[in-house]
């Protein structure tokens, strides 16, 4: 068996990733190919830790006229839902895993809790970590950028509809040039549109790299895991 790179990842999920062809809720087709993939990560011995978006279900910025805190947290409920979806599909396939929440709702899931997440880690256990950062103003990618640090993550592996980081739009630009490797501090000058720059920010001041990478090609989880150059590196 191929010795992964890493030992300890973060994966990023957007909520759109969830839904699939359908663009919104839940396809659970999609969420057991996902989950499957997690699985032979988890299965060579790396630690996963996972944080999960909410756009298959709530994106904040559609409350049009509403109060922008309360949009966030209505967001933030609907990460814990796609959290609890992906914990289902992970056990079903005999993945340990224990979801954490950012805000506390103990008859659904455990609390965040930092040296107890590292445990579950260490045992095996994926955590998913729920809520967001329990903030609002906050982006689920600052969530991962976070998270991933307080547990001394090694990489933030970054899944998206598209495989990697361009200078310009590759759907309206067919000059599109896809950077294999980048800087924080080019993320920030250029304005690519990676992580909000909150996220940006918070990697870039504390060192943890970021692979961003096409999740509908089936295998790439374990591709990256396993130090493969695909997708874009990003990385002071
Ligand atoms: P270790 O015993 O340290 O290996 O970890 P553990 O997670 O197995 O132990 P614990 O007794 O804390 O948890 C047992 C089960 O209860 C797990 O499925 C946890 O996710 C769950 N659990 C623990 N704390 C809470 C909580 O506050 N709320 C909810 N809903 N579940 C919890």
């Known amino acids: 068996m191929i010795t992964p790179k890493y030992k300890r990842i973060m994966l990023k999920l957007s909520g759109e990733s969830l839904a699939g062809e359908k663009g919104y809720g839940i396809d659970f087709d999609v969420v057991n190919r996902i989950t499957n993939e997690i699985k032979e990560v988890v299965d060579m011995g790396v630690e996963v830790s996972i944080v999960v978006g909410a756009g298959n279900i709530w994106r904040g910025r559609n409350g049009g ?29 005999g993945v340990l895993t224990r979801v954490q929440t950012a805000i506390e709702m103990k008859a659904i899931a455990e609390p965040y809790i930092r040296r107890k997440a590292m445990r579950h880690l260490e045992k095996g256990r994926v955590v998913i970590f729920a809520a967001g950062t329990g903030n609002p103003y906050f982006s689920t990618d600052t969530a991962a950028a976070l998270r991933g640090m307080e ?5 933030i592996i970054l899944a998206k509809n598209i495989d990697g980081v361009y200078d310009c739009d590759p759907k309206t630009n067919k000059n599109a040039k896809k950077y294999d490797k980048l800087t924080f501090y080019e ?32 295998g790439n989880i374990k591709r990256v895991v396993q130090g493969e150059n695909i997708g874009t590196v990003v990385e002071n």
């Open 65 to 93: 006229g509403m109060d922008r805190t309360t949009a966030d947290y209505m967001g933030m409920l609907a990460t814990c839902i796609n959290a609890m979806a992906l914990q289902d599909s992970l056990e079903s396939i």
């Open 151 to 155: 547990i001394e993550a090694e990489v």
């Open 187 to 218: 993320v920030l000058e250029k304005d690519l549109k990676v992580m909000d720059s909150t996220a940006t920010s918070l990697c870039k001041d504390n060192g943890i790299s970021i692979i961003v990478f096409a999740l509908d090609t089936p």
